[in-house]
């Protein structure tokens, strides 16, 4: 029964996500609107399917991390709700002329933002993060393929349900939108590299890392965050300390806080005195190499130390002998997500920017600041560490794709091929675009 | 033995292309004139080469549009090195700043393009395709693991050697380059998605496929060109029929050449029989549905017709009853490569550049325009119908990613957290970026 039903939202998910991408901005973020309006409205049903949810990990045992992940109350309601307004707030991610040129008289080109079709989106417990990317989608015209975790499960049901009904006024309604509820969908998911065109994993690394093995379909996010700083012989050490202590102490169990602090030979007596002092207020452990022994009093770093990403209050610490040593340890060890490197000497910051080949790099100032809100970019879909598509914190632009738009007066290649010339002349990208006004 | 050195190569390449993406915009611009002189003065030892590989492709009977590919003569040699010297003079993709923002007082945030890293080449017979995509590659500063076809391996060889040559007397050699030579390699090539970034294969459809299926690599390309024309109830006929025929007989054997045609009802009187009239002078064969064959006398057309791409001069034309049919037929066969409508309409024509869901839309012009070169591109990588990176013809942007780079104080994301608010404040993107002066 439930699979049926799946196999008929699958079915129509293609006509769904035309009806939505052809929606004007305003329908789209009014139906964002009803969506958050709804929810307040019906928090009621949420909370008592969250509660189901909760006992049952009560009586399962769940792990306190995923517990609390898992609770969904008025606090979280309320976040969920203002994020759904803030989306509807965003500029709209589609429709953008990117490129407008005249290739010849009275034949334009323009290449115009377009959602990219269908996302994939498997999650574990967190109920919070289905609203959020159901959310994103809508207002980028994308359909939908949720799968969340088992334990929130009743609370997933009933968001969706809710949603579904506060969209059913609407032409286009929820058919954008599939629901996946089994464990076995996980695997039909991945393997619907012919309908869902990009997935959006939420979850642990270990997680993370199950969805980039097990699909064909390409991944928006990152498994690993082992992020290093390196405190440079040109360092302020009183900015290095701080930096490092925030990096790692500030929230550690992010994928953007600092893993390893690699410090140079000519600091280590001034900057490892400090920095362990510093850091006294947390429970941190240090793991040191013999060189930062020989300085400060620390556990000893075993090999595996340089490629933990412990999201704990725990460091690796290295002393090494150079800039170039720096950034060898970074290209060896590190997980492309974000590097940082202190140094009062500025040709050698821009060695390391340039160097240093990772999604996000820094100088000076802590790396937990790898992230699309602190960006700028109004909403995070996630933080890449791919190298193609979108790197690093990822905003709505992640969600669309530039789409080759020709507009001619009968032209054909043949006139070209026979020696006419083209202009291609570069045209300003102001104003509509040649899909005119959706409200027409 | 050869395995061995491209072990060797594989084992370097990462740092080969960090030397390369660290070059200035002059020095990777002097490589390539290098490349091209050297091709030049080394003439006889590349047509000795292909001699050999077209002497035997003889002895085993190479079918001829295979074997003329596979001819690396004076003629292609010339359009080789103008490609190269082509790739030279245009402007740098990498370096460019693509977002700056002062998120606070001295906190300037960069998204600046960077290489992606390792380009993987598969490619059939053309040799000339080997030296176009490393120019490419090396404007680009990625580096480039190279699989040529059995066929043209001693052409490939002597090319390789040529340009290892040509590169010899510049720090960062040729160890960018890797070049594969054993059909075993392609499996190996295909695995390797923990070192290459991107594949790029180039030859027929099915071998782009098969890539496409065996590799968890992400892949720039296309299978299929399955394009379609619909010719509405308002289209100028003598246009329809121009563009019609440039689309299918101007040169069919490419992805952008139409397969299918699709014609309003109340034109197809009109326009079938001045369409058969037009493409007299090429023996197209027509494959008409009954109400096609009810106009005009040609081959019945079976199931299959509206899934096959000919590339040849053959067509399957179906008469619908409205452009929503039209469009639904498109979503239901075609490819998502390119598609056209001829009309006089523009509410239906923005109607159609809307919602049909291709690379690359037309309104009354000749789907044979989907080309980079055509769009003013520059150089054209290849034509994509994926849904994410990149769509329809991609140019020097498409080897080229995003990197954030942050430049602080010593800011520290604690003092945010703590509630100072953050300026987000727009800066023109103008002057150079953080990398600095590479030839400083």
Redesign the interface.
Known sequence: MEDHRIMEGLAGI??GQ?AL??LSTKERNTMLEHIANALEQQASRIFAANGRDLAQAEREGLAQPLYKRLVFDDKKLAAVCEGVRQVAALEDPIGRVRER?L?DDH?V?E?ID?P??VIGMIFESRPDALVQILSLCLKSGNAIVLKGGREALQTNRELIAVIREALGQFPVGSRWIVHMESREDVGILLGMDDIV??LIPRGSNEFVRYIMEHT?I?VLGHADGLCALYIDDEA?LD?AV??A??SKC??PAVCNAVETLLVHASVANGFLPKFKEATTTWPVTIHGDGRTRDVIDCMAAVGSDWDTEYLDYEIAVKVVDSMEEAIEHI?QHGSGHTDAI?TGN??K??KF???V??????????T???DGF???LGAEVGISTQ???????VGLDGLV??????????????T??KGKP?L?KELSIEGGS???E?D?
């Open positions: 293609t006509s035309r991408g052809a040129r290739l034949l080109l290449r377009v990219i079709g065109d990009l064909k390409p302020d900015m701080a930096v202590v925030d500030q929230y290209a202190v500025e040709a910051a821009r920017l340039r160097e080949d990772s999604a996000d790099v820094f100088w000076n100032c802590s937990r600041f790898a602190r960006y700028g190298k193609i598509h979108a790197r690093g914190p794709i530039g789409k080759w738009v020709l507009a001619g007066n009968g032209h054909i290649v043949d070209y091929a083209f291609h040649l899909f005119g959706v027409e």
